[in-house]
């Protein structure tokens, strides 16, 4: 047995094996017969290879650690198993793919991981033909293996990869149910590490303890129609060869329940579970205090979560509710004062808002801390669920707009449009910390349902005075010829050019309702820009059009709208994506140039 490595190689570690077998380059198609020409025997030292060049990439480019260091015996066995990638390999949410995207050519690319032009985050289609399935939210890789595996039929081998904290996924299940129905020839290995980000919330995660007991797994998935095997130890190369070897040989559904280490193989990963599942460049864990105190303020989810302490100490009334995401949203600190008052739900975002809502008919006061792109799929309940019943239910969605490194799954960029549309919906876009507090506290006395959408990262902070009223702009300067329409974070970006050029500027605040009042003010301009970190196409700016064209005036400006472009937008950092989009301080420069000419 290898021992476990102490610390993240600040240079390349000695790989030979890995070197001989992982190939490079994607065309022509990628060749893995070195590895599947090893004995097992070879692989355990492999699988150490494999551990520390994983530990030396994401020590140099930052990402997610835990889940791939946890998965690189299972990913190496696969691999050596099957005829990939003719057969068919998803792993779900994709935390757990680097081991994966290293095997398969592309090992030298990995230092370019989540940059600019580099390798993505999570498993891409377009990157290479091993990605048989592009990921980045869980609980999708049952339903597509499925989908696989009905239009293949028998003739390919079919894998999917969950972990524990994704089967809490209603679709997850939803799919078992079919394949189960199905009869689809189709292997479902359950990742079994007692965490998702944080530890595993509600009865899922007991329940896959309960092996062996009467009603537990086993019979659980025999019942449905699963050959069940488990649990293996899924560092245990040799087992787990062997049982993925004969259930492969079998037709029809498979469940293999596999235990792992989330973390494996890195001392400091296995004693921090959650605060090494990702990191940034060279082990920020214990980045020294001087970086610590270079922060410019407070981010927006501390900002949050402050803010839901202070709260939840004046009214009983108030129940937080979030979908697996309590560090993310900012709600470790009200965890442990308000333990009683807060619902981690797993990941069931469907579940979260829905609860929501039933909370409100008691007489409750629900927030629900929910990342933007993680309430899209909880979109139907929110509509019929909370909306069109008029719910005192406020959403608190951090994430909102580019969130960078971790690319188009992760962007939270259409929530102003799926939002505003919705009758009785407030939604509100705070420029800072002052004004989210504010807004949260306006959503929260609000009677209907209120949403408040901030961005990941620092919340610029400001001591003055300020007046908030439902659906009140902020004039933060007056100018001429040109009226600059901020909605949201990017006011930053703005201040300095409505200076420098004598414009208008305008703090919009609230999405929906708009300022129309004011709008109306601003009609002697000769033009408006819109900007904002959402969707150019159906966000803020394209009810300003809205309204604009409906006003019946012989002279109305000329409106520009600046956002996010119609495409999918690629990882890079933040200032990188705002930079390409034209909503970083050059690109608004530009337009307000053109305006003035």
Same mark, same amino acid.
């Given at each position: 047995?290898?021992?476990?490595?102490?610390?993240?190689?600040?240079?390349?570690?000695?790989?030979?094996?890995? !070197?001989?077998?992982?190939?490079?380059?994607?065309?022509?198609?990628? !060749?893995?017969?070195?590895?599947?020409?090893?004995?097992?025997?070879?692989?355990?030292?492999?699988?150490?290879?494999?551990?520390?060049?994983?530990?030396?990439?994401?020590?140099?480019?930052?990402?997610? $650690?835990?889940?791939?260091?946890?998965?690189? /015996?299972?990913?190496?066995?696969?691999?050596?198993?099957?005829?990939?990638?003719? %057969?068919?390999?998803?792993?779900?949410?994709?935390?757990?793919?680097?081991?994966?995207?290293?095997?398969?050519?592309?090992?030298?690319?990995?230092?370019?991981?989540?940059?600019?032009?580099?390798?993505?985050?999570?498993?891409?289609?377009?990157?290479?033909?091993?990605?048989?399935?592009?990921?980045?939210?869980?609980?999708?890789?049952?339903?597509?293996?499925?989908?696989?595996?009905?239009?293949?039929?028998?003739?390919?081998?079919?894998?999917?990869?969950?972990?524990?904290?994704? $089967?809490?996924?209603?679709?997850?299940?939803?799919?078992?149910?079919?394949?189960?129905?199905?009869?689809?020839?189709?292997?479902?290995?359950?990742?079994?590490?007692?965490?998702?980000?944080?530890?595993?919330?509600?009865?899922?995660?007991?329940?896959?303890?309960?092996?062996?007991?009467?009603?537990?797994?086993?019979?659980?998935?025999?019942?449905?129609?699963?050959?069940?095997?488990?649990?293996?130890?899924?560092?245990?190369?040799?087992?787990?060869?062997?049982?993925?070897?004969?259930?492969?040989?079998?037709?029809?559904?498979?469940?293999?329940?596999?235990?792992?280490?989330?973390?494996?193989?890195?001392?400091?990963?296995?004693?921090?579970?959650?605060?090494?599942?990702?990191?940034?460049?060279? %082990?920020?864990?214990?980045?020294?205090?001087?970086?610590?105190?270079?922060?410019?303020?407070?981010?927006?989810?501390?900002?949050?979560?402050?803010?839901?302490?202070?709260?939840? *100490?004046? !009214?009983?009334?108030?129940?937080?509710?979030?979908?697996?995401?309590?560090?993310?949203?900012?709600?470790?600190?009200?965890?442990?004062?308000?333990?009683?008052?807060?619902?981690?739900?797993?990941?069931?975002?469907?579940?979260?808002?829905?609860?929501?809502?039933?909370?409100?008919?008691?007489?409750?006061?629900?927030?629900?801390?929910?990342?933007?792109?993680?309430?899209?799929?909880?979109? %139907?309940?929110?509509?019929?669920?909370?909306?069109?019943?008029? $719910?005192?239910?406020?959403?608190?969605?951090?994430?909102?707009?580019?969130?960078? /490194?971790?690319?188009?799954?992760?962007?939270?960029?259409?929530?102003?449009?799926?939002?505003?549309?919705?009758?009785?919906?407030?939604?509100?876009?705070?420029?800072?910390?002052?004004?989210?507090?504010?807004?949260?506290?306006?959503?929260?006395?609000?009677?209907?349902?209120?949403?408040?959408?901030?961005?990941?990262?620092?919340?610029?902070?400001?001591?003055?005075?300020?007046? $908030?009223?439902?659906?009140?702009?902020?004039?933060?300067?007056?100018?001429?010829?040109?009226?600059?329409?901020?909605?949201?974070?990017?006011?930053?970006?703005?201040?300095?050019?409505?200076?420098?050029?004598?414009?208008?500027?305008?703090?919009?605040?609230?999405?929906?309702?708009?300022?129309?009042?004011?709008?109306?003010?601003?009609?002697?301009?000769?033009?408006?820009?819109?900007?904002?970190?959402?969707?150019?196409?159906?966000?803020?700016?394209?009810?300003?059009?809205?309204?604009?064209?409906?006003?019946?005036?012989?002279?109305?400006?000329?409106?520009?709208?600046?956002?996010?472009?119609?495409?999918?937008?690629?990882?890079?950092?933040?200032?990188?994506?705002?930079?390409?989009?034209?909503?970083?301080?050059?690109?608004?420069?530009?337009?307000?140039?053109?305006?003035? *000419?």
């Amino acid at each position: 047995m290898t021992p476990a490595l102490q610390h993240i190689p600040s240079s390349p570690p000695a790989t030979p094996l890995l !070197d001989a077998v992982a190939v490079s380059g994607t065309v022509p198609l990628p !060749d893995l017969q070195k590895l599947r020409n090893l004995d097992v025997q070879q692989l355990p030292q492999l699988a150490h290879e494999l551990r520390q060049y994983l530990l030396y990439c994401v020590g140099q480019t930052g990402g997610h $650690l835990g889940a791939g260091l946890g998965v690189v /015996e299972l990913t190496i066995v696969l691999h050596h198993l099957l005829n990939t990638p003719a %057969d068919r390999l998803i792993w779900d949410v994709g935390h757990q793919a680097y081991p994966h995207k290293i095997l398969t050519g592309r090992k030298k690319a990995m230092l370019t991981m989540r940059q600019q032009g580099g390798l993505a985050p999570f498993p891409k289609r377009d990157e290479s033909p091993f990605d048989c399935f592009g990921v980045g939210h869980s609980s999708t890789s049952i339903s597509a293996l499925l989908g696989m595996a009905i239009i293949d039929g028998q003739q390919l081998n079919h894998v999917a990869v969950i972990g524990d904290g994704a $089967l809490t996924g209603g679709m997850a299940f939803e799919a078992l149910n079919h394949m189960a129905h199905s009869q689809a020839n189709a292997l479902v290995i359950v990742n079994d590490n007692d965490m998702s980000i944080n530890a595993n919330q509600g009865g899922l995660a007991k329940f896959l303890d309960e092996t062996g007991a009467e009603g537990g797994p086993e019979a659980w998935f025999t019942a449905l129609g699963f050959t069940y095997v488990g649990p293996v130890d899924g560092h245990d190369i040799p087992a787990l060869h062997g049982q993925i070897k004969d259930l492969l040989s079998q037709t029809g559904p498979k469940l293999l329940h596999v235990h792992t280490v989330k973390g494996k193989g890195y001392v400091a990963a296995e004693e921090d579970p959650v605060g090494y599942h990702a990191i940034d460049k060279i %082990d920020p864990i214990n980045k020294p205090a001087a970086e610590e105190g270079a922060k410019k303020g407070p981010s927006y989810a501390q900002v949050f979560g402050t803010w839901a302490e202070q709260q939840a *100490d004046l !009214d009983p009334k108030m129940q937080v509710i979030t979908p697996a995401m309590v560090g993310g949203s900012g709600l470790s600190g009200f965890a442990i004062k308000h333990s009683e008052r807060l619902h981690d739900v797993a990941i069931a975002e469907q579940h979260a808002v829905t609860l929501a809502a039933g909370m409100a008919c008691a007489d409750a006061k629900p927030v629900v801390a929910i990342y933007s792109t993680f309430l899209q799929r909880g979109y %139907d309940q929110l509509v019929h669920d909370v909306a069109l019943q008029n $719910l005192d239910v406020l959403f608190a969605i951090d994430r909102a707009g580019v969130v960078g /490194e971790d690319g188009a799954t992760h962007t939270g960029a259409y929530d102003y449009a799926y939002l505003a549309c919705l009758p009785n919906m407030l939604v509100m876009a705070p420029s800072d910390a002052q004004e989210a507090q504010a807004m949260l506290q306006l959503g929260y006395d609000y009677a209907g349902p209120a949403a408040v959408r901030y961005p990941r990262g620092t919340a610029p902070t400001s001591s003055e005075k300020r007046e $908030l009223a439902t659906g009140k702009a902020r004039v933060v300067r007056q100018g001429r010829g040109v009226a600059l329409l901020s909605f949201g974070a990017l006011l930053g970006e703005a201040q300095q050019l409505a200076e420098e050029y004598d414009i208008t500027l305008v703090d919009m605040r609230f999405v929906k309702p708009i300022d129309t009042q004011l709008l109306a003010q601003l009609m002697n301009h000769e033009a408006w820009v819109t900007l904002e970190d959402h969707a150019v196409v159906g966000g803020a700016g394209a009810l300003v059009a809205q309204w604009l064209g409906q006003q019946n005036r012989d002279a109305k400006p000329r409106l520009v709208n600046l956002g996010l472009p119609d495409t999918v937008l690629p990882h890079a950092t933040r200032a990188q994506v705002l930079a390409a989009a034209g909503i970083d301080a050059a690109g608004i420069a530009a337009v307000i140039k053109e305006l003035l *000419d």
